[in-house]
Structure formats: C-alpha cells, structure tokens
C-alpha cells in the first residue's frame, strides 16, 4: 500500500531555533498534503492544507509565518517551525492525498526547550 | 461547516466483551467516514472507513462500523475486545470534494481489562 514517510520522527531544540519537518510520499504523487497537530491525549487538529506548486491554506488561529510550508514537489511537503518556543512543543503528522485515499505520516514529536 | 463529535472520553470494557465506541458526524452532503486508532506516540492507523454501498463496514484487526444516515452516526464495534486493543480511537470526516482534508473528533481511549 502506499506509504508516507515523516522525519524527523522526533526533535528536540532549543527555543528560537527553527525546525524542519519533511513528509514524503514514497510511492504516489500527492497533489495535497495536510498538516495536522496534535496535543496530548487531544485530537488532531488541521492545521493547514498544502498544494504542490501554490501557497498553502492555512485555518483560522494558525500563524502561517511561524509554521511555513513548503509543498515543492508531488512527494514532498515541508513544514518549518521559525522561531520555536517552549508552546510550540507538539505532536506534528502529515497526511498526504490521492484520489479517494488520504495516507498518514507516522508524526514527529517536537519538544522545544 | 464538516464535524465529528466522541461523546466518550474514556470506554472501559472486559476483555472478551462487545465493545463499542461511538461517533456522529455532522456534513453537509454524503460524507465519507473513517475510523483510526493511534498507540502511544504513534501515527495514525486506518482501520477501515465508509463511502458508500453496504452500511455495515469490516476493517483491520476484527472492528467493523455501521453508517446509520437517519441518526448520523458511525460507531465502531467489535465483538470480542482483547487487551490489544487498549488506544486512543479517532472518527474522521471528510467532505467528498477531491482534495479536503479530514476532520477528526476528539478521540475516544478504548481500555480492555483482562
């Protein structure tokens, strides 16, 4: 089946420092990929909604300058934490799309100290 | 506006027992529904979803879901619980135009007692 990579899947930094997180489809060209955050023991939450080629869609309340995305190619979607602090720690999970199916990463953990 | 609502935070079951965990759902046209279970810090795992047709829906590991339009709900259900099956369980949403996202509920912690 099709497979989404994650990575990292866990990092730790210090607060001001800026974070990558890339996501991959392995064997599929994802024309929309999403990313999802998550805090403990909560649900997930849309963050934004990343089209290959275009800006992403970010949802209300989300600071699209402080968590940039980047959807450069069919199977790679970045999301870059600028400037992190001590709230941005979270669990972060990509989910990438095609025709009918939606595939998810397996998160990264990102603790900011 | 597309929403899921877990009326249950936590659903405790023995283990041998039926379990159940329910989800309704709120969209505006058919939906497509999907159900996830997530272990601890883990991704998500599919474990089965509704598009259409049968309304009775079998998944991974024994679960199945049943899409009742009239009352809009998709619990998820299985007959025997196992210990295994202790984790955080989500229901998701997504509206059938190409290209939008899933929208998840608040998840539901499934506990089996042995």
């Known amino acids: 089946g099709a497979v989404v990579s994650q990575h990292p899947s866990r990092v730790i930094c210090k607060s001001g420092t800026s974070v990558k997180i890339e996501c991959r489809s392995l064997d599929f060209q994802a024309t929309t990929m999403f990313w999802y955050r998550q805090f403990p023991k909560k649900s997930l939450m849309l963050m934004a909604t990343?089209?290959?080629?275009?800006?992403?869609?970010?949802e209300q309340g989300v600071e699209k300058d402080k968590f940039l995305i980047n959807h450069a190619s069919l199977t790679l979607s970045t999301l870059t934490v600028t400037s992190a602090h001590p709230e941005d720690s979270s669990f972060y999970i990509c989910s990438a799309s095609r025709p009918g199916e939606l595939f998810f990463g397996s998160g990264t953990q990102l603790s900011v100290l | 506006a597309q929403s899921v609502a877990q009326p249950e935070d936590q659903v405790n079951v023995a283990e041998g027992n039926p379990l159940t965990v329910k989800c309704t759902y709120s969209v505006s046209g058919n939906p497509y529904l999907f159900w996830y279970v997530q272990y601890p810090n883990r991704g998500l795992q599919f474990l089965l979803k509704?598009?259409?047709?049968?309304?009775l829906v079998k998944g991974s590991y024994g679960f199945e879901a049943e899409f009742n339009k009239s009352q809009t709900s998709f619990h998820l259900k299985k007959p025997s619980a196992l210990v295994s099956d202790s984790a955080l369980y989500f229901c998701a949403v997504r509206h059938t135009e190409a290209g939008t996202a899933l929208i998840f509920g608040k998840g539901t912690t499934l506990s089996v007692s042995s």
């Open positions: 990343s089209n290959e080629g275009s800006k992403a869609t970010y």
């Open positions: 509704y598009i259409t047709g049968d309304n």
